[in-house]
C-alpha cells in the first residue's frame, strides 16, 4: 500500500473539488491518504475542546452531501425516457468506493514550545494523525527531544532558509522515539520560485545526511483544491526525483510505503491500545477454537455416559455385571495364559521408574562380576 500523508486542506475547499483531486489521487496508485489541516499562530492557552473542521467523507455516517448525479437530457420519446429512467444514479457508496481511505491530520506550527506542549493530547485525540512544524531552533529541539506525547510526523518549511544546522544526534533521537521527517515534494514543483528551490534541495540534502535516509516519510503537500492534481506525481515519479536529491530508490519506496504505514498504525495504536503499548484485536482462530471446545466437550460426555456402567463399585468375592465384550476377552485371555493355554502372554510393560531401577541393578551386578575376576586373578 502507498501513502500521502500530506494533501492539504483548507475550510473554503468545494467538496466536489476535493473528491476530484482524491479520485485522481487513487488513480495514482495511493491507497491511503491524509487531509491535513495546518494550525498557525498562538495556540489558546484555556483549555477547550478541539474541533477537528475536516468532513468525514468516506464515511456512511458523514455529514458531507453526497456528489450530485451526472446531468442527464430528458427525451420527448417514450423509449428514451424508459431508458433513462432504468438507469439509476450512482449510489454515494459507489462513491466513496473510488476514493482511497482518508486520514484527518494537523500540523501545528511551533514557535514557543512552552505555550503549544501540554495541548498535543488534545489535538492527538481530535486527529487520525498528529505533526508539527518548528519555526526556529529551540523548537526543533523541542519537537525531537523533549515533548510530552512524540509527534507522529515533524514536517519542516523546506522551501524556506531555516537558519540552523540539523545534527544527527538531534535528529536520530527524534527517529528512535517513533517520529519521522516528512519531505513534501510539491514545495520545489509547479510555480515554485528559484531561491525556493534552491533552499528545498539544499535542506533536503541536509535532512538526507542527518538522518542518513532512515526515518523519512515522502508527501505531496499540494492543496486539495482545483490545483491539487497539478501538483501530486506518480509514486514511480516521486522515488526517482528523491533519488536525484540523494535518497536511494530503496529508501524512497520504503518512504512512500512502509515507513509511512508505520506512523498510520502507531497513531492508530496510540487512540486504540491500553497506554499506546496494547492493542488487542480480535482472534481470527476464535470460531475454531470455540467449536473444538463444543467438539471435545461433547467427546468427553459421550465418553462418560459410555463408561458409566463400567464404573460401579465392586465388592470381594463379587463378579462385574457390565456385559463388557472387550472386559469379558481380556479376562478370558489372562485366564487361558495362567492356565496354560496356546496365546501367549502379553509383554508387561515398565515404567521408567521400574526401568532405571532395572538398569541400575543390572550396572551393579556388572560391576561385582568385575571385581570377582579381579580377586580371582
Known amino acids: 500500500m502507498l501513502y500521502d500523508l500530506n494533501l492539504a486542506w483548507t475550510p473554503g475547499v468545494p467538496t466536489t473539488e476535493l473528491q476530484r483531486t482524491l479520485r485522481f489521487a487513487k488513480n495514482l496508485g495511493y491507497d491511503v491518504v491524509a487531509l491535513n489541516h495546518t494550525v498557525t499562530g498562538a ?3 484555556v483549555p477547550s475542546a478541539v474541533v477537528n473542521p475536516i468532513p468525514l467523507l468516506n464515511n456512511p455516517t458523514s455529514t458531507s452531501p453526497p456528489p450530485p448525479p451526472p446531468s442527464t437530457t430528458t427525451k420527448t420519446t417514450n423509449l428514451s425516457t424508459t431508458v433513462a429512467a432504468a438507469i439509476p444514479p450512482p ?19 511551533v514557535t514557543d514550545p512552552a505555550t503549544t506542549n501540554y495541548r498535543l493530547p488534545d489535538f492527538a ?3 487520525d494523525v498528529l505533526a508539527v512544524r518548528p519555526a526556529n531552533e529551540k523548537a526543533f529541539a523541542w519537537a525531537c527531544l523533549s515533548t510530552t506525547e512524540a509527534p507522529a510526523l515533524i514536517s519542516l518549511d523546506l522551501a524556506a532558509f531555516l537558519g540552523w544546522h540539523i545534527h544527527h544526534r538531534t535528529a536520530m533521537a527524534a527517529v528512535a522515539r517513533g517520529s519521522r521527517f516528512e519531505i513534501c515534494y510539491g514545495q520545489a514543483l509547479g510555480g515554485a520560485e528559484a531561491r525556493a528551490r534552491a533552499n528545498f534541495i539544499g535542506n533536503v540534502q541536509g535532512l538526507l545526511r542527518a538522518t542518513k535516509g532512515r526515518g523519512i516519510v515522502i508527501s505531496s503537500g499540494g492543496p486539495a483544491g482545483s490545483t491539487g492534481t497539478l501538483g501530486l506525481r506518480a509514486p514511480a515519479d516521486v522515488v526517482n526525483l528523491l533519488a536525484v536529491w540523494g535518497l536511494g530508490p530503496e529508501r524512497g519506496a520504503e518512504a512512500l510505503g512502509a515507513g509511512a504505514r508505520a506512523v498510520v498504525v502507531n497513531e492508530g495504536i496510540k487512540r486504540r491500545g491500553f497506554r499506546g503499548i496494547v492493542d488487542i484485536v480480535k482472534d481470527a482462530n476464535s470460531g ?3 467449536a473444538s471446545r463444543k ?3 461433547s467427546l468427553l460426555g459421550g465418553g462418560k455416559a459410555q463408561n458409566s456402567a463400567s464404573t460401579t463399585p465392586v465388592g470381594r468375592g463379587q463378579k462385574r455385571k457390565n456385559g463388557n465384550a472387550t472386559t469379558l476377552a481380556t479376562a478370558a485371555a489372562e485366564s487361558s495364559s495362567s492356565a496354560g493355554g496356546s496365546n501367549p502372554p502379553q509383554q508387561q510393560t515398565l515404567s521408567k521408574r521400574q526401568a532405571k531401577k532395572l538398569k541400575l541393578e543390572g550396572s551393579k551386578a556388572e560391576a561385582g562380576a568385575a571385581a570377582g575376576g579381579k580377586q580371582a586373578r
Open 43 to 45: 495556540i489558546p492557552t
Open 125 to 127: 485525540r481530535a486527529y
Open 288 to 290: 475454531d477454537k470455540a
Open 295 to 297: 467438539n471435545k466437550n
Open 91 to 109: 449510489s454515494h457508496s459507489a462513491a466513496a468506493a473510488a476514493l482511497p481511505t482518508i486520514l484527518r491530520r494537523v500540523t501545528l506550527v
